[in-house]
Every structure is written in structure tokens, then in C-alpha cells.
């Protein structure tokens, strides 16, 4: 089966939907030989084959090729397994299974693979980079976006890059800080402050970012993981994870300690023994002490320390070299 064939045993209203969303145009003079060729002829484009393979899911990005390379035209898998691919037209449901046309497997067969494999790569990099700088920082700079990016890939951030990602993440402006939908949802509008580079930590490496790009973002320091493991000994099974996913966010977003101990009395804590209670406020003090808060920038409590200590240390050199030694003046 060719890919006009496919679009054929489609109905009229999901032609004129699939139309209206590719092609972005009212369908309502358009006739039904009209709506297959153009969907055919955009779908079976370079451009779009190349778009929809660089962003397909790696797991159906290999089930999809194997299947290319194989010159299948049937791939005995469930529907679910391929959702990507079926949204965006790269496969099709039939009697006999999901389907691959014949026309559009040789078409796929005649793209650059190592231009798709390597703008693979850039894209899960920038995945890593944008995911891992909203979960290190909660509100950031868009300068400091743009410093890391420029820092990281060794390119300037791409024009309107930033606010691609924006739109794919549901991410929220205010003024030059973008944030998530939480921290705005919040916002009391009060004055935002200008950009300082030194107000925040910078991870030395993308690989390094990338750790707060991952679900368990913020789990990988021993003190957070000793506490989470001191949940989970005093929480009901059933809601364990969501226990302990909360107490991260409460701990990261955190900008007055004893609020956060609050709530984290209210989550769970508040029925433990006196013993067990000094046991979770020790965990909880040290992870505070460790972890990345969002209100500094994603450095630690004592990275903030030496911080102002080392900024005190300049302000005092500053000073001495202002005073004038009148002893020089006398002994001459």
C-alpha cells in the first residue's frame, strides 16, 4: 500500500482535520483528491521526515527504523507503542497491524541518517539543557540562559529558540526571568531584580546540568537520599512516591527553613515519635544545608556563605587600598 492509498481509506472529517492542523488553511472548499495530495506531498517532504524522525522518541525512533531497514511493511506492535509516529502521520492502523507505506519507507530509506542521527543528539542535549536548567534554578535570566547555552554548545542561543522551548515546556516571563508555571502562578508582582552572573551556580558541564533534567533531579546528593529513605521507612506504601516527589519540591523551593519544616510536619512527619522526629530534623537541616535551593540561585546554604564571606574579603581590600597612609607624607 502507497501512502495515497492510506490517506484513502481515511474519512473525510479526520482528512480535513489532519489538513487543518499540518497545513494550517480552512478545508472548506477543499475537495477530498485535494486534501490526500497535499498531506501526501508534505508528509513524503524532506523537511517534514526529517523534523518528525529527529523529534520521534528514541524507542520508536529504533522500532521505527528497524522496521524501515527491514523493508516491513506491517510491524506487529500495539498502537501504544507508536503513538508518536501515528500522530504525525508516519504509520498508519490497519486490520492487519500498524503500517508502514511503501513509498514513504523508500523515501525514508533515501535520507541523510547521519544528519538525523547527529541533530538527534543536539535535540536531546537541548532537552537536557532547557529541563535541567528549570529544575537547577526554578526562575532564571534569560542572560543566563543564554551565557549557559553559549558556554555548553559554543554557539550563540538560536533567535526565538528560547521561546520554542517556552511553549513545548508551558515555561512563564516575567520581565527577562522565565520561570515555571508554579513559581508565576504565585508571583505577587513585586519588583524583579537585574541580572548578575554571580548570583548563580554554574554546573562546569552539560553532563553535569543534565542531572537536573531527570525525574529524580535533586536525589543525587546522600543527604537528600538519606532523607528520602527516612520517608519511605514512615510512610504508607501507597502514597510513598508522591510523599516523597513533594517533600523535594517543598525542600528545593524552599526560601524560610522553618515554613518548610512545617510542611513537611504536615506531610508526614507530625505522627512520629520524639525519637524518629529528632532523627528526620537532623536529615532535614543537613539536606537543607546541601541541596540547590532555587532562591539562591541554585547554589547551596554554604556555597552562599563562602560566597559572602569571599565577597566581604574583596570589600575590605577595597577599602584599605582607599585609605591614605599619612606616615608617607611625614617621612618625607
Excluded: C
Amino acid at each position: 500500500m502507497d501512502y495515497r492509498e492510506a490517506l484513502m481509506n481515511l474519512s473525510d472529517q479526520d482528512l480535513r482535520f489532519i489538513y487543518s492542523h499540518l497545513i494550517d488553511e480552512d478545508t472548506t472548499d477543499v475537495h477530498r483528491i485535494e486534501l490526500i495530495e497535499s498531506i501526501r506531498q508534505l508528509v513524503l517532504s524532506e523537511d517534514y521526515m526529517t523534523q518528525m524522525l529527529t523529534m520521534m522518541p528514541e524507542d520508536e525512533y529504533q522500532l521505527y527504523m528497524n522496521a524501515v531497514n527491514q523493508g516491513h511493511d506491517f510491524v506487529p506492535l500495539p498502537a501504544e507503542r507508536m503513538l508518536f509516529t501515528l500522530q504525525f502521520l508516519m504509520m498508519f492502523e490497519s486490520r492487519k497491524g500498524l503500517m508502514i507505506p511503501h513509498d514513504l519507507v523508500d523515501a525514508v530509506k533515501a535520507l541523510d541518517k547521519s544528519a538525523i542521527a547527529a541533530r538527534r543528539t543536539q535535540v536531546d542535549q537541548e532537552k537536557a539543557f532547557i529541563t535541567g536548567i528549570i529544575f537547577l534554578y526554578g526562575y532564571v535570566h534569560e542572560q543566563h540562559i543564554a551565557k549557559l547555552y553559549r558556554t555548553y554548545f559554543e554557539e550563540p542561543l538560536p533567535v526565538d529558540k528560547l521561546d520554542e522551548w517556552m511553549t513545548i515546556l508551558g515555561l512563564k516571563r516575567v520581565n527577562d526571568i522565565v520561570m515555571m508555571p508554579a513559581i508565576y502562578d504565585s508571583y505577587d508582582g513585586q519588583e524583579t531584580p537585574a541580572y548578575s552572573p554571580n548570583y548563580y551556580y554554574e554546573p562546569a558541564t552539560l553532563e553535569e546540568l543534565a542531572q537536573f533534567s531527570r525525574p529524580d533531579h535533586h536525589r543525587h546528593t546522600p543527604a537528600m537520599q538519606n532523607l528520602l529513605d527516612f520517608i519511605a521507612l514512615h510512610t504508607e506504601e501507597d502514597n510513598r512516591e508522591e510523599v516523597m516527589d513533594t517533600a523535594v519540591f517543598l525542600i528545593v523551593a524552599s526560601n524560610d527553613a522553618n515554613v518548610t519544616m512545617e510542611e513537611l510536619i504536615d506531610l508526614f512527619a507530625g505522627s512520629l515519635s520524639d525519637e524518629a522526629f529528632e532523627t528526620f530534623e537532623s536529615l532535614y537541616m543537613k539536606t537543607l544545608e546541601t541541596t540547590r535551593l532555587w532562591i539562591y540561585g541554585g547554589m547551596t546554604v554554604e556555597e552562599v556563605k563562602v560566597a559572602a564571606d569571599e565577597r566581604e574579603k574583596v570589600e575590605e581590600e577595597e577599602k584599605e587600598k582607599k585609605v591614605i597612609n599619612f606616615d608617607v607624607f611625614r617621612q618625607n
